[in-house]
Each structure stands twice: as C-alpha cells, then as structure tokens.
C-alpha cells in the first residue's frame, strides 16, 4: 500500500472518534439447524455467514463486533464457535461455518423450544464467565445480544422463548431478536417428521408483535444478500446514550416555536436533536485492498501507480462503461467522495485530426446524457488480469458545459443496511406552522456560489503556521546560517583564536584533494574572498578542515 493510501487511511480512522463504536455489544447467534428446514437454508445461510466474518474480521478501526459466540440446534445443542473476538480471527471463524455445514440435514428434533431456552441461558453464562476472567480489550460494553436464525413461524419462536425465559436472569442480556427467515417455496405442505409445534392464531401473532425491547422479530427474506445485510446491522454504532447532533434553526415566531433564553430574553432556535448513521463502509477500512473504492481526493490518488521504468509515463487509466442509469433512479446517498471533472484531453503529443475527433466523440457523448437525463455506471479495470483483483465502480454524470462529473459509487460489500421509516401522514399543524416561520426567515438563494462561503481558513492556517514556528527550537527554525554557526563550534579547550578561525571557516561541496605539501603542488593556488556571496546549496557540513581562506586546486 503506498504511503498516500496509508495517510488517507489514518485521516479515515481519525474520523472514528474514541467515542465512537464503545458501546458496542457482544453478539450470540443461535442457528437453528432443524430439520427439514435446514436443507433448504444451509447453503445460503452459510455463503452470507462467510461473507460478512470475511468484511468483519478485516475492518481496521475500533471494534464494531468485539466478541462473537455461535450456537447451534440440530438434533442436540452444540457451540461451535465460545466466545472470540472477530477482528483478525478469520481462520477460527470459518472452521465454525465448516461445522455448520457437516450438521445432519436429516433427523427428529422433539425438544426445540428448550433447546432454544437452553442456548440463551449458556451464551449468558459463557459471557458471564468470560468477561470476569479476559481482559476487556478495546471495547466497555458489559451486555449482549442474542439472534436466533430460524425459518420456523417467528411467532411460536418467540412465544417459546417468552415462557422459557420468564424467571431466568437476563440482566446481562440487552436484546433478543428472532429473524425469520422466508423461504420462496413454502414448506407448509411437506410432513416434517417430529415437528410438534402448530401454526399460532391470529390473536398470538397480534399478541406475540406486541413486545417490548427486549425481544424483537424480524422477517428476512431467504437470500445470501438478505441475509448479509441483517448481519451488518451489527457494524452499526450501537451507542446511544445521547444524541448525536443537534440541528439548530432560526427562532420561529409561533407561540409554539422557540422558547425565549433566560439570559437576554431573546427567543431560542428551534433545535432539533437526531441521531447519525453510516450508510456505507469506507474503502480506507479496508487496508490489504487499496483498489477498492479509488480515492477522487486528487488526481493522483486515481491515477494508477506507475509501475513501469522510471523514465516512462504512467498508463492511463480505464473506465470501462458497463450499463446506464436513470438520473432520477440513483439515490445520492450511494455516492460518495469527492467529485472529478472529466474533459476531453488537450494532451500535446496526440494528432490534430485524432484530437478534433476525440472532442467531437466527447461533445456528443455529454449532449445525449444531457438530454436523456442519464448517468452512466463504469467500472475500473484493473490491469494485474487477476482472478482475485477488486473493481471500483463510478457515476459519470452530465452538466451544462462541455464536461462529465465523476463521482464513486457504492458496492454491495461496502453498503451497511439502512431502515428508514416512510410517513404517510402530514405533520400536525403547530409543528408545521412553527417550522415554516421558521425557514421563512432565512435567506434565499436561487443560485448557490461556493465563493461566497468562507471557513474562516486562512486565518487559522495562518495562527498554526506561527504557532508551529515558534514552537520549533530557535536553531531549527534557521537551518542554514545558524546551523552552519553551531556545527563549527571549537572544542572545549581551544583557544580563542582556533574559535574564530573555526567560525570563519566556509565549506566547500566538492569532496577535500588528498593531502599534498604546498610545496609539491603543481598548479598555482587560488584564493576566494569571503565577502563574495555564495548560494545556502553550497554549504553542508564534514570533517574536511583547512586553513582560512579557503583554496581549491
């Protein structure tokens, strides 16, 4: 990785606050392996299983999933994976998935809702036990979460579990979610042999959804890709102690706007507190892939590294367009980075007629998109030709002018799950009302002009650059005179005179001649005055000593 992707990386980890991901819980999974279902999921939930440890187990930043328990119900209990933590236990990790696939496909399981309250209450102890013997590491959470993987009804899972765990201690245990997993074919109609549950009622299924936070249920379909993004909900920021940002509007001018401050009885603004949430994971988390999700920072973290002899340019590189877009079809949220304008070359060493083509070629290419109001989607191409090399993928989005914006965009291994709750009703009134005086106060802009922004920049580089200088040692901050001043210091015990011969001595920046006598030389001395200026390039410091003025052969 080269050092221009290592700076980056530690300025995407700085972002990571120590705030950040510390209150992140302990995760159980309880897999229930039971026949006949198992045979239908078992290929799929395993795929998704070795997809995410392969994402978890390389995120560089603080732990998202510090500690990883696994379970496992088949025609017995088993724990196949206690307690580890994920990062950097990769190979532990897929011996785990290895024995979830030798389990039985085939078999009677009579005692499930036991077993199911069984696992709970041994991943709790085995958690118990763990956090008073191991050293906490990086992370302070002292609870855990439970997840049952079943494709059983979600109500009778939760039903069983409710009445097993009725007297049981659950003080360590922060959540227990049950997903349930659809299948596209249903299983209703087939006999499971030792299967002694019966389908719930109507007034359980309302009864059992009417829970409250410690047990929850979620449906999820049957597909790796499902059943990967209900598993990087645990890559989320679990903290929430307090809110994240407060959102600070003008005072509203409605009774039930802003509240007046005590201090100058002038009305408050309206202040809206929200949470923030990831919606993707940054490719600098992931450090062993530097080709994923190229930077568009600046043009030389896109451009390929050079690989070829020192003498020869850098190959340009390639953007391969592979499908278009409706503009009103991409959601910018799955855009991120920093833009890039892309125009045809004005390069000097093309033809003439190959560069009026090449512009025609071009100007045609931004009049269609501009006018079917398309984006297109490109892919890097990577030019190792490996099975294993990794693709970037970007939006090239038209303008008005004679250009192409390119942006990156996310892929399916770097988006994190996001559940946003659509309102079909309108506001109440008050809150509408206070909201409107309140925006109708601020200035209106039909244009934006990021000239007419300013960060206060200037001034704050200007006081760091002072305050680096004067905080360097009054010798560093001149490396020229003052440094060639102390590095011809006389030794200790020298007299007066050798010091100031010392001081006046000037170096020269070729290599000092043999010693020869005087008298033996066989070219006429030349001699330099000291007043004559000489370039700083010309002094550097060694061992050579000679007598003041200095003489060159």
């Given at each position: 990785?080269?050092?221009?992707?290592?700076?980056?990386?530690s300025s995407i980890?700085q972002?990571?606050?120590?705030?950040?991901?510390?209150?992140?819980?302990?995760r159980?999974?309880?897999?229930d392996a039971?026949?006949?279902w198992?045979s239908?999921?078992?290929?799929i939930l395993c795929?998704?299983l070795?997809n995410f440890?392969?994402l978890?187990s390389?995120?560089a930043?603080?732990?998202?999933?510090?500690?990883l328990s696994v379970?496992?119900i088949s025609?017995?209990?088993e724990?196949?994976l206690p307690f580890?933590q994920v990062k950097?236990?990769?190979t532990?990790l897929?011996?785990?998935?290895?024995?979830?696939r030798?389990?039985p496909q085939?078999g009677?399981v009579r005692?499930r809702?036991a077993?199911?309250?069984?696992a709970v209450?041994?991943?709790l102890q085995?958690?118990k036990?763990?956090m008073?013997?191991?050293?906490h590491?990086d992370?302070?959470?002292?609870?855990v979460?439970v997840?049952?993987?079943?494709?059983?009804?979600?109500?009778?899972?939760?039903?069983?579990?409710e009445?097993g765990?009725k007297n049981s201690?659950?003080?360590?245990?922060?959540?227990?979610l049950?997903?349930?997993?659809?299948?596209?074919?249903s299983l209703?109609?087939?006999s499971?042999?030792c299967s002694l549950?019966?389908p719930?009622s109507e007034?359980d299924?309302?009864e059992?959804?009417?829970l409250g936070?410690?047990?929850?249920?979620q449906l999820v379909?049957?597909?790796?890709?499902a059943l990967?993004?209900?598993?990087k909900?645990?890559l989320h920021?679990q903290?929430?102690?307090?809110?994240?940002l407060?959102l600070?509007?003008?005072p509203s001018?409605t009774?039930q706007?802003?509240?007046p401050?005590?201090a100058n009885?002038?009305?408050?603004?309206?202040?809206?507190?929200?949470d923030m949430?990831?919606?993707l994971?940054s490719p600098?988390l992931l450090?062993?892939?530097?080709?994923?999700?190229?930077k568009t920072?600046s043009?030389?973290?896109?451009l390929?590294?050079?690989?070829?002899?020192a003498n020869?340019?850098?190959?340009?590189?390639?953007?391969r367009v592979?499908k278009?877009?409706?503009?009103?079809g991409?959601?910018?949220s799955?855009?991120?980075?920093?833009?890039?304008?892309?125009?045809?070359?004005?390069?000097w060493?093309?033809?003439?007629d190959?560069?009026?083509t090449?512009q025609?070629t071009f100007?045609?290419?931004?009049?269609i998109l501009k006018t079917?109001d398309w984006?297109l989607?490109?892919?890097s191409e990577?030019g190792?030709?490996?099975?294993?090399?990794?693709?970037?993928?970007y939006i090239?989005?038209?303008s008005?002018?004679?250009?192409?914006l390119l942006k990156p965009?996310l892929t399916r291994?770097?988006?994190l799950?996001?559940?946003?709750p659509?309102?079909?009703e309108?506001p109440p009134?008050?809150?509408?009302?206070?909201v409107e005086?309140s925006?109708?106060?601020?200035?209106k802009?039909?244009?934006f002009n990021p000239?007419?922004?300013?960060?206060?920049?200037?001034p704050?580089?200007r006081?760091?650059?002072?305050l680096?200088?004067?905080?360097?040692?009054?010798?560093?901050?001149?490396?020229g005179?003052?440094?060639?001043r102390g590095?011809?210091?006389?030794?200790?015990?020298?007299t007066?005179?050798?010091?100031?011969?010392s001081?006046?001595r000037?170096?020269?920046?070729?290599?000092?001649l043999p010693s020869?006598?005087?008298?033996?030389?066989?070219?006429?001395?030349?001699?330099?005055?000291?007043s004559?200026?000489c370039a700083?390039?010309?002094?550097f410091?060694?061992?050579?000593?000679?007598?003041?003025?200095?003489?060159?052969?």
């Amino acid at each position: 990785m080269s050092a221009r992707n290592r700076s980056c990386s530690s300025s995407i980890l700085q972002a990571c606050s120590s705030s950040s991901f510390t209150r992140q819980p302990s995760r159980v999974l309880i897999v229930d392996a039971s026949p006949p279902w198992w045979s239908e999921t078992c290929a799929i939930l395993c795929q998704a299983l070795e997809n995410f440890f392969f994402l978890a187990s390389s995120l560089a930043g603080p732990a998202r999933l510090p500690l990883l328990s696994v379970f496992a119900i088949s025609v017995q209990l088993e724990c196949l994976l206690p307690f580890v933590q994920v990062k950097g236990n990769l190979t532990r990790l897929l011996s785990c998935i290895e024995e979830l696939r030798s389990l039985p496909q085939e078999g009677c399981v009579r005692q499930r809702g036991a077993l199911l309250k069984q696992a709970v209450l041994d991943s709790l102890q085995q958690f118990k036990q763990y956090m008073c013997h191991t050293a906490h590491g990086d992370f302070n959470s002292n609870c855990v979460e439970v997840t049952v993987l079943t494709c059983q009804p979600g109500q009778t899972v939760l039903r069983q579990l409710e009445q097993g765990l009725k007297n049981s201690d659950l003080i360590s245990l922060r959540r227990l979610l049950v997903v349930h997993i659809t299948l596209q074919q249903s299983l209703s109609d087939r006999s499971p042999a030792c299967s002694l549950e019966t389908p719930s009622s109507e007034d359980d299924q309302e009864e059992s959804l009417m829970l409250g936070t410690e047990i929850d249920l979620q449906l999820v379909e049957g597909t790796v890709v499902a059943l990967e993004n209900s598993l990087k909900m645990w890559l989320h920021d679990q903290g929430g102690d307090r809110e994240h940002l407060h959102l600070l509007l003008p005072p509203s001018l409605t009774s039930q706007g802003s509240t007046p401050q005590p201090a100058n009885n002038r009305p408050s603004p309206v202040c809206l507190k929200c949470d923030m949430q990831e919606r993707l994971l940054s490719p600098a988390l992931l450090p062993s892939t530097p080709d994923l999700g190229v930077k568009t920072e600046s043009m030389q973290d896109f451009l390929p590294p050079n690989k070829s002899l020192a003498n020869q340019n850098p190959s340009a590189q390639r953007l391969r367009v592979v499908k278009v877009l409706h503009a009103g079809g991409v959601c910018q949220s799955v855009l991120y980075g920093l833009p890039l304008i892309i125009r045809p070359t004005s390069c000097w060493q093309l033809d003439w007629d190959e560069m009026e083509t090449n512009q025609q070629t071009f100007h045609a290419l931004c009049h269609i998109l501009k006018t079917r109001d398309w984006f297109l989607l490109v892919r890097s191409e990577s030019g190792s030709g490996s099975g294993s090399a990794v693709f970037s993928y970007y939006i090239l989005q038209s303008s008005g002018s004679l250009s192409l914006l390119l942006k990156p965009v996310l892929t399916r291994e770097l988006t994190l799950p996001c559940c946003l709750p659509v309102s079909m009703e309108d506001p109440p009134l008050p809150a509408l009302a206070s909201v409107e005086s309140s925006l109708d106060q601020l200035e209106k802009d039909p244009v934006f002009n990021p000239l007419c922004l300013d960060s206060n920049l200037y001034p704050h580089l200007r006081i760091r650059g002072l305050l680096t200088r004067s905080s360097q040692p009054f010798g560093a901050q001149g490396q020229g005179r003052g440094h060639r001043r102390g590095a011809n210091r006389p030794p200790e015990g020298s007299t007066q005179r050798q010091g100031r011969q010392s001081q006046s001595r000037v170096r020269a920046t070729v290599a000092p001649l043999p010693s020869i006598p005087l008298n033996k030389m066989p070219r006429r001395l030349l001699t330099l005055s000291h007043s004559r200026p000489c370039a700083p390039a010309l002094f550097f410091q060694d061992n050579y000593e000679e007598e003041d003025p200095l003489m060159i052969q």
